[in-house]
């Protein structure tokens, strides 16, 4: 069963009788577990549906007729998050400080939110009725957290003995029609050198239903195991780099594009130039920082003519400590765009201490701290991958709450040209 959270005026559900709070019980004599089976039972033209209304016990059972273009205009609950069923020593998880968000402190591996939202997954913790499920509704592409296709290793990394062989597991859904793009959380002396060659190599002969491969740094925290596990050095970076520009070289020879991508954080720790634009295909990867430098640039060029009434202005630019030194790159071009001038704030983590440097993790209460005491800032653009979709930052301190506490206007931005394509208030 699963609750109607909200319903569209004027759409099938509305028509039907589905409130908020409506238990949708069975599409087809089929029960209903969670946003899958709705979205996927209720793609026929006509089907059966049984549900409760709220504080009725009644079922109630009703014939659909939903026409190929209508949507039924309903949405319902979130899945229950499926727990991990790993280890890992870099665990974000493991690593949180005490006091966040109740959602921070679990570590979920679904292979749901992989297919709908992009979220790695490591499917180690499918059973029989998940593989099932995958194969049915063709949840694909799903983002795979490969790590190293040496089954040891990867057991190692995950710190899991149970794990199964993840190339077996791969080609299973793959025969069926599923693809992946696939990820290396690279750490030193555990997955990187001749394994993550072999591991580029082994995805690589996989076929094209390996769409692409990304090599990410090990991130820690100042609570990670650090006697278990430590970052990468220039050196190890610069080697990792190597490895992934070769791999690209040859996919791009052999299939036409570059398909093995190292993550903008491993370039920067290598001190190694990042790739122009066009090595990053159509920047699948984006979301897991790969080639969001390049991305953003592009977002800029596109966006150029649309940025008016800026000229003359003052913007603080909020970011973590990591993308501090790529920033430049674009807010050079966003100056030229828009005539307005562009001052780089980067702040500190303090919540996770200073070795976390992501934007994505910054806390509110940082960010608000940095910005009180500037004076003669016409806007703040504050990094949109640091605040969840209820508009909270990672320690529930909210936007509104931060806004109200600065001397400028705050917007928050994932592109810069969203942010600015509404001029201020004259
Ligand atoms: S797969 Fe590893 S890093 Fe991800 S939630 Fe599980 S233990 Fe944490």
Redesign the pocket.
């Known amino acids: 069963m699963i609750k109607v959270t909200s319903v569209l005026h004027d759409s099938i559900g509305e028509g039907i009788g589905l409130v908020p709070g409506t238990e949708l019980i069975s599409v087809g004599g089929r029960e209903l577990e969670d946003f899958l089976d709705w979205e996927f039972l209720t793609a026929d033209e006509e089907f059966t549906l049984v549900y409760r209304q709220p504080g009725d016990s009644s079922e109630y059972e009703v014939e659909v007729e939903r026409p190929v273009e209508e949507q039924i205009g309903v949405a319902v609950e979130p899945p229950r998050i499926r727990r991990?069923?790993?280890?890992?020593d870099?665990?974000?998880?493991?690593g949180n400080p005490d006091g966040l968000r109740d959602v921070l402190s679990i570590?979920?591996?679904d292979y749901r939110l992989s297919f709908r939202y992009g979220n790695?997954?490591?499917l180690?913790n499918l059973k029989q009725h998940d593989t099932d499920r995958i194969i049915e509704y063709r949840l694909s592409p799903l983002y795979v957290?490969v790590h190293a296709t040496d089954p040891v290793v990867r057991r190692w990394v995950?710190?899991n003995p149970q794990a199964a062989e993840i190339l077996p597991q791969l080609r299973h859904f793959a025969d069926h029609g599923i693809q992946f793009h696939t990820q290396i959380?690279m750490a030193p002396g555990i997955n990187d050198g001749e394994v993550l060659r072999q591991t580029l190599r082994d995805l690589y002969d996989f076929g094209p239903d390996v769409l692409s491969v990304s090599v990410v740094p090990v991130g820690l925290t100042e609570f990670s195991k650090h006697h278990l596990i430590r970052e990468p050095d220039d050196v190890e970076c610069k080697r990792a780099v190597a490895a992934v520009e070769e791999a690209a070289a040859r996919a791009l020879a052999e299939r036409g594009e570059p398909w093995a991508y190292g993550a903008d954080e491993l370039y920067l720790r290598a001190k190694v130039e990042l790739p122009p634009a066009e090595l990053y295909g159509s920047f699948d990867q984006v979301e897991n920082g790969v080639g969001s430098v390049r991305w953003l640039q592009e977002q800029v060029r596109e966006g150029a003519e649309e940025l008016r009434g800026w000229t003359g202005r003052r913007i603080a630019v909020v970011t973590g400590t990591s993308m501090g030194p790529l920033m430049p790159m674009v807010l050079g071009p966003l100056s030229e765009a828009t005539g307005a001038t562009f001052e780089l704030l980067q702040v500190e983590n303090d919540l996770f201490g200073p070795r976390v440097t992501t934007a994505g993790l910054l806390p509110g209460h940082a960010m608000r701290d940095a910005l009180q005491g500037l004076q003669g800032f016409d806007l703040a653009l504050l990094p949109g991958e640091c605040v969840n979709d209820d508009g909270l930052f990672i320690d529930s301190l909210s936007v509104a709450a931060l806004s109200a506490d600065v001397p400028m206007p705050v917007r928050v931005s994932k592109t810069f040209v969203d942010a600015l394509m509404e001029p201020l208030a004259a």
Do not use: I, Q
């Not at 991990?84 to 890992?88: E, F, Q, T």
């Not at 870099?90 to 493991?94: G, L, N």
């Open positions: 991990c069923a790993n280890r890992c870099f665990c974000f998880v493991e570590r979920d591996d790695f997954a490591t180690t957290s995950l710190r959380v």
